[in-house]
């Protein structure tokens, strides 16, 4: 038994890590909302091509954040326009000819008004803002003109270059593009470069999806992904290429593909502590009286392969489902299938996990079996541990030859855990991150992206905070049956090998009910399934005996 529990440990220990890397204990305190005073002279909405509403707004001071003092004179210029389409309700500023705020229509909060996507209130940190170019340019309040589906922002600087900003809102899409053109009308050669933001302000659902915050980026064809955490200091990427950036949230990404010149990838911690990211040119030389045109691609927008991928722009790469992701997204097509048929994604899971539980049967079937067979010998094993206590090399030979006269191998019981364990992992990060669950409800559980909640307290109680969810008691005590059932008990057996039996019994279901306590319900709801199946399998074939495992002599 040593060998099979160090190998059970091991696998205990690898999803104890798995778990523990998420918010699962988070302190209780209300997620800060950020007010955003708008601070233009005038507010113009813009519905398509057409200016239809004109609204005073507050003094210029309020938009300005401690620190950028640059920004005092011009920001008494500046305007808010607001673009709205199907997709998105938007924010862009003339001062730098950027976009601060985006609301997803489509996509509702908690108050059940569309939610923000990102919010940056400074023009000069906002999402598509230009900086290293000029200071005349870095700082212009830009003049502005509407598009069929966008805005245009055009500025000059003294010195002989303008810029030109055409930000334009796909319809039907979540992609923005933005086409810049720098102009040189002087009578010489300029060597320009400059750095561009392609995201900044991406919110959180909850303060428990800010541990998701990450910067994925794909440079020279390498993808790499830096968390949150580990941006503390302002951090650079350089190479040959960049081929895209993420700012990447929980449910939802701001994922940028910028001209083949750029090479520089840099990051940033606002003072608001949101994570902002850059991308940077090589130099280039614009010659006197000509052009020089650069096309960006935002896509703003809900972390759904199918929409992502429909760019063709290999943006689906940003969206890691860990060194099980290809078994992740074939899972999730068969949930999608399953949904399609079930109409509700609540009990497609629990579908999904039988179809899952069936598919792994074999498997399932070898590590019970294997199981009844150690316990079939654990008599004359504890014989031997009393006959040869004293010489430990003898004893662990003599227990070899008692699996090689029964045919039995230790590792067998394990080997199909083992063998599972992919699939759990790529369906834990499925469901851990699959949007399409945010705000699908299921039986009491009005939203299977959060827990289950099934009361809310008004004031935070010690351990469980200010809801009690049932999901992961039912799955504690679920599995502690599943641990009783397969632990064999023998009168013989050691006092302390019984203590540690006894031990593990109990304190893996509160540790895992501890752990998945705050998880999201459709996540516990999966857990709970296979562990109810699991209970009903070892009932079936450990007491019912439907196949024949040789008993050894006392």
């Not at 397969?486 to 540790?511: E, F, N, R, Y």
Request: some cysteine.
């Amino acid at each position: 038994m040593n060998m099979e529990k160090r190998a059970l440990l091991a696998i205990v220990i690898s999803m104890a890590i798995l778990l523990l890397s998420q918010p699962l204990m988070v302190k209780y305190f209300p997620q800060k909302k950020t007010v955003v005073a708008t601070s233009a002279a005038t507010t113009k909405t813009v519905q398509g091509p057409a200016v239809v509403a004109n609204t005073a707004t507050t003094a210029t001071s309020q938009t300005q954040k401690a620190g950028s003092p640059a920004q005092a004179v011009k920001l008494a210029d500046e305007k808010d326009i607001i673009f709205e389409n199907e997709e998105y309700r938007a924010v862009l500023s003339n001062a730098g000819g950027v976009i601060k705020k985006a609301f997803l229509k489509k996509h509702p909060g908690s108050d059940g008004k569309p939610m923000v996507l990102f919010d940056e209130s400074n023009p000069s940190d906002a999402t598509f803002a230009v900086s290293g170019l000029e200071p005349a340019i870095d700082n212009a309040v830009f003049s502005y003109s509407t598009r069929p589906n966008g805005i245009l922002f055009t500025a000059k600087s003294p010195d002989g270059i303008s810029i030109e900003k055409e930000i334009t809102f796909r319809p039907g899409s979540y992609a923005i593009n933005l086409r810049q053109t720098l102009t040189n009308y002087s009578g010489q050669s300029r060597n320009l470069k400059y750095s561009i933001v392609n995201g900044a302000g991406l919110t959180n659902l909850s303060p428990q999806d800010e541990t998701y915050d990450e910067l994925v980026k794909e440079i020279d064809g390498k993808i790499t992904n830096v968390n949150k955490r580990s941006l503390k200091k302002p951090a650079t990427w350089d190479g040959m290429q960049v081929n895209w950036v993420s700012l990447k949230a929980k449910y939802f990404s701001l994922i940028t593909k910028p001209p083949v010149s750029f090479k520089i990838v840099s990051s940033n911690t606002l003072q608001d502590k949101n994570l902002q990211s850059k991308i940077s040119s090589d130099s280039f030389t614009v010659a006197p009286n000509s052009s020089v045109t650069h096309e960006f691609v935002l896509y703003a927008g809900p972390n759904e392969y199918k929409k992502i991928s429909s760019l063709k722009l290999d943006f689906e790469d940003s969206l890691y489902l860990g060194f099980t992701g290809s078994i992740g997204r074939i899972l999730f097509v068969i949930l999608e299938h399953i949904q399609k048929l079930a109409k509700n994604w609540g009990l497609s899971i629990i579908l999904l996990t039988v179809f899952i539980n069936i598919l792994l049967f074999p498997l399932t079937f070898k590590g019970i079996k294997s199981m009844k067979q150690m316990q079939a010998l654990q008599p004359k094993m504890e014989a031997l541990r009393k006959a040869h206590k004293k010489d430990p090399q003898k004893l662990n030979k003599e227990i070899m030859e008692l699996y090689k006269k029964y045919k039995v191998n230790p590792v067998s019981g394990c080997l199909p855990m083992i063998l599972q364990m992919p699939v759990f992992f790529a369906l834990y990060q499925v469901l851990m991150r699959s949007i399409e669950l945010r705000g699908a409800s299921f039986l009491w559980i009005k939203d299977l992206s959060q827990p289950d909640r099934l009361i809310v307290f008004k004031t935070p109680i010690l351990l469980i905070g200010n809801e009690f969810n049932i999901l992961p008691i039912l799955m504690a005590i679920g599995m502690f049956f599943q641990q009783k059932m397969s632990t064999p008990t023998h009168s013989g057996a050691d006092d302390q090998m019984v203590q540690q039996q006894k031990m593990m019994m109990i304190m893996m279901p509160i540790l895992f009910g501890f752990m998945f306590y705050h998880l999201p319900s459709g996540l516990v709801m999966y857990w709970l399934t296979n562990t109810v199946l699991t209970v009903a399998e070892q009932e079936i074939f450990l007491k019912k005996q439907l196949f024949h495992v040789e008993q050894s002599e006392s």
